[in-house]
């Protein structure tokens, strides 16, 4: 009774954050805010190409999430590794990886004043997930440690907000569960569960900062990508478009046979192709725009 008690507790308290943190809907007025600059953290799924490849289908187009949201604003978003403002890295856990999330908020704080219009974009969970099934398996103690992440990164949305910034987007883990790892291994549904214990423990960290964090629920969208892919212009919602390991090292020239990849959702076992990311970056687009 106490445990079952607890659990719908923590799902009602979760619940009320996502429903704070997104805001209240569309405004009858025109977005007040104009960004100056977009900077973001982040693991491969905002990565820009910190080693001169991105974690999808690397056709040169607007390919990546944030880099779409960042366009659709007209502001320029590159890697901190060509002297632009975007940390992600590919392989970062939020608190260890190469490098971590919290290690890019470091460099992120140390080489930027935050200023009044700002947006900084954060994601991450997917290397936390990825490697937590990877090394336990679906056990308690992989809930105990993915829990710890998503709360650990509701932590460092909260160091953000108290070094100035005003405007934080989050973009929790997608549902794992409905990738073709997942699928692989035939644990979609504890992968799935997985994934909601991560964004449920970083919703319940950052509740209390609503004025300043955007919750853009990454988890939710793709959800409804993959059930509903015609209304996303998707043909593919299952299999992975490249023929390549990983997406890092898949371009226009490996895809496979027979699969039209602009209108697939995934690149590789776990990251998405770039109309996934566009259309996810517009979706974010109009979140921010509705809440600021």
Request: glycine share 12%; with cysteine; aromatic share 8%.
């Amino acid at each position: 009774m106490t445990a079952n008690w607890s659990r719908r507790a923590f799902l009602s308290a979760s619940g009320a954050a996502a429903a704070a943190l997104a805001g209240c809907g569309s405004s009858t007025i025109e977005s007040a805010l104009r960004p100056a600059r977009f900077l973001a953290v982040g693991d491969g799924f905002g990565d820009l190409g910190q080693g001169g490849v991105r974690y999808t289908v690397n056709d040169a187009s607007v390919n990546i999430w944030s880099d779409q949201l960042a366009t659709r604003y007209g502001v320029a978003l590159k890697p901190s590794a060509s002297g632009g403002l975007s940390y992600a890295r590919g392989g970062a856990r939020v608190s260890g990886g190469a490098p971590s999330i919290q290690s890019q908020i470091d460099s992120l704080l140390a080489g930027n004043t935050l200023g009044a219009n700002d947006v900084v974009l954060v994601d991450g969970g997917i290397t936390d997930v990825v490697a937590e099934v990877t090394a336990l398996g679906i056990s308690a103690q992989t809930t105990t440690n993915v829990r710890a992440a998503g709360a650990a990164l509701g932590a460092q949305v909260r160091r953000l907000v108290t070094a100035g910034a005003k405007y934080v987007v989050v973009a929790g883990v997608y549902n794992l569960g409905i990738s073709p790892w997942a699928v692989g291994l035939g644990q979609a549904s504890g992968i799935t569960d997985l994934c909601n214990r991560f964004n449920e423990a970083l919703l319940v960290a950052v509740v209390d900062l609503g004025a300043n964090v955007l919750f853009v629920d990454a988890g939710l969208f793709f959800n409804l990508v993959k059930a509903n892919p015609t209304t996303y212009s998707m043909t593919n919602v299952t299999d992975k478009a490249c023929t390549t390991a990983e997406a890092t090292s898949c371009n226009v020239s490996t895809i496979g046979a027979g699969i039209d990849y602009t209108k697939a959702l995934f690149a590789d076992g776990v990251y998405l192709t770039p109309s996934a990311n566009a259309q996810f970056g517009n979706y974010a687009y109009d979140k921010l725009r509705d809440r600021w």
